[in-house]
């Protein structure tokens, strides 16, 4: 909101998380060398001027190239349900052992294709967190959320799940990316369901993350072909497949899937 100063001129605050212009000592204003702040620097600034409308148009814009910068970004961070108990690591390892037996002939099939069982959850949505300040912002709604709805939904105690059957991402058997496990409340409900859907609302809300589907599709990654190259990598979303996506070598999971089944 543009204010009136008592000099009869308007300004707005404004916070920009990550760029801004400098003149270091050796380059003189004429020759201006851009300087761009890290992820953790929080610029602050008041855009002063003698019309209203022009200082409103002009953090608009700003407004809109930091949201444009934002969405360019591979995220930084992602909200998950973790997966990684002991007996669910086991049954994981058990499955990776049985298609490396039976199915390591297969076009493209190889251990690295395979999650980190550490590393397995299910992925309620992606984030750009820029700096501190925004990371403390997640954290906080986060702990918001478990006040205002989780803890209701649930009642207070534990949510008992089941990790049963594998599904692919695409169309086609014989050309997979991304091998999924499916998962399913114990009780029949969908209170699981149920939280991950508010919880991304509440974050797309706030401006954490991007909307990209209307209900979240829980699911828990067990292979996936970017981790052939990285095998630190996590799911890649829309904004950062481009080019990778294309480079990926998918594997024929027709076999893996009858596996799965026995």
């Given at each position: 909101?543009?204010s ?5 001129s ?8 990550f ?11 004429g020759?201006?060398l851009?300087?761009i702040?890290?992820p ?8 002063t001027?003698?019309?209203?409308n ?8 700003i407004?809109v190239?930091?949201?444009?910068f934002?969405k ?9 349900f ?11 390892l ?5 298609v ?12 690295s294709?395979?999650q980190?069982?550490a590393?397995l959850?299910?992925t309620?949505?992606?984030?750009v967190?820029?700096?501190?300040q925004?990371?403390k912002?997640?954290?906080?709604l ?5 006040e ?9 105690k534990?949510?008992?799940i089941?990790v049963?059957g ?8 014989a ?10 409340m114990k009780?029949g ?12 609302d ?7 993350m991007?909307?990209?589907w ?5 699911h828990?990654?067990v292979m996936?072909?970017?981790f052939?190259?990285?095998p630190?990598?996590e799911?890649?979303?829309?904004r950062?497949a481009g080019?990778?996506?294309k480079e990926r ?7 893996i ?6």
């Amino acid at each position: 909101m543009a204010s009136l100063t008592p000099g009869h001129s308007f300004t707005t605050p404004l916070e920009c998380p990550f760029f801004t212009t400098a003149y270091p000592d050796s380059i003189k204003p004429g020759h201006p060398l851009p300087w761009i702040c890290g992820p953790s620097t929080l610029w602050r600034e008041m855009i002063t001027g003698q019309h209203r409308n022009g200082i409103i148009s002009a953090r608009t814009r700003i407004d809109v190239l930091v949201e444009t910068f934002r969405k360019k970004q591979p995220f930084t961070h992602f909200l998950s349900f973790a997966l990684n108990q002991a007996a669910i690591q086991e049954k994981f390892l058990q499955f990776k052992k049985e298609v490396l037996e039976k199915c390591s002939n297969d076009n493209g099939v190889s251990s690295s294709l395979f999650q980190n069982p550490a590393k397995l959850h299910l992925t309620i949505g992606t984030l750009v967190l820029l700096n501190e300040q925004e990371i403390k912002k997640a954290q906080e709604l986060l702990q918001k959320c478990k006040e205002d709805f989780i803890d209701t939904i649930t009642g207070g105690k534990p949510l008992t799940i089941e990790v049963a059957g594998v599904e692919y991402m695409n169309d086609d058997p014989a050309m997979i990316d991304v091998l999924y496990a499916k998962v399913y409340m114990k009780d029949g409900s969908n209170k699981l369901q149920l939280i991950a859907d508010r919880l991304m609302d509440q974050f797309v809300t706030s401006g954490l993350m991007m909307k990209e589907w209307d209900r979240v599709k829980l699911h828990a990654t067990v292979m996936n072909t970017v981790f052939r190259k990285d095998p630190s990598a996590e799911e890649k979303n829309n904004r950062t497949a481009g080019k990778a996506f294309k480079e990926r070598e998918s594997f024929d999971g027709r076999k893996i899937l009858k596996v799965s089944m026995q």
